[in-house]
């Protein structure tokens, strides 16, 4: 079964700075997604950023951005820019790829992350 | 953008009833559904799998009896709590994605808290 391993449970950050959050993975897959999801408050899952395993490109958002290490099988987040509106609980979650359907998601624990005025 | 919507979003129920929770996606036919469970400041737990017209595929550990899915509709997915008890407390978060349309993308919706006394 594949795994996800999000080892901060919770983080603190200031407005304004940069925070990475960390997330890391067990799969035999060569081809899978990876993805970071926020919960606000509201307990809305919102997608952030998403990861194709076969890109070596890191995926950006805004002022989100990733940091995918496959042979290491690590995929962090990065938040620019920290705004208020950033605190929640952010879950990395990983997905088999199956062709043109989906497969389930893996959710790692969660980080819960606080900015700060 | 996608949407995803649950009914209803809250309910409380008395122990030995059975409550049903509505899971619909507005602008899209989703081919697969996937209902969660979540306890306070914790990760998604998948219950189970249901795709349109067939037998839901629940996870190891989860009451096919209890927890009865039904994905009656392209468009529609119930999951039915039977003989509620208070330990069936819980938000309950459906998911559905498009099917075969390239998108590898699950949706969310809003969540509903069940309180069961």
């Known amino acids: 079964a594949q795994t996800v391993t999000q080892s901060q449970p919770e983080m603190s950050v200031q407005e304004a700075e940069t925070v990475t959050l960390s997330c890391t993975y067990d799969?035999?897959?060569?081809?899978?997604?990876l993805f970071w999801y926020k919960q606000p408050p509201s307990r809305q899952m919102i997608l952030v950023i998403r990861?194709?395993?076969?890109?070596?490109q890191n995926a950006t958002e805004n002022r989100f951005s990733v940091n995918f290490q496959k042979a290491a099988k690590s995929f962090s987040l990065k938040i620019s820019d920290s705004q208020l509106g950033d605190t929640a609980m952010y879950f990395c979650?990983?997905?088999?790829?199956?062709?043109?359907?989906?497969?389930?998601?893996?959710f790692g624990r969660g980080t819960q992350l606080t900015v700060w005025p | 953008g996608a949407v995803v919507s649950q009914h209803p979003s809250w309910v409380i129920c008395k122990s030995g009833t059975s409550v049903k929770i509505e899971c619909r996606s507005l602008?899209?036919?989703?081919?697969?559904m996937f209902w969660y469970r979540q306890f306070p400041k914790q990760s998604l737990m998948l219950m189970a799998t249901?795709?349109?017209?067939?037998?839901?595929?629940?996870e190891q550990g989860v009451e096919k009896d209890k927890f009865l899915i039904n994905h009656a509709s392209l468009t529609l997915s119930t999951l039915t709590v039977t003989s509620a008890h208070p330990e069936d407390s819980s938000f309950y978060i459906c998911?559905?994605?498009?099917?075969?349309?390239?998108?590898?993308?699950?949706?969310f919706g809003p969540g509903t808290r069940l309180t069961v006394t």
């Open positions: 998911s559905a994605e498009a099917g075969a349309s390239g998108s590898y993308e699950q949706y």
């Open positions: 799969t035999s897959e060569n081809n899978y997604y």
């Open positions: 990861q194709e395993a076969y890109k070596q």
């Open positions: 979650a990983f997905m088999d790829y199956r062709g043109s359907t989906l497969g389930r998601l893996y």
């Open positions: 602008d899209f036919q989703a081919t697969t």
């Open positions: 249901s795709n349109e017209g067939s037998k839901a595929t629940y």
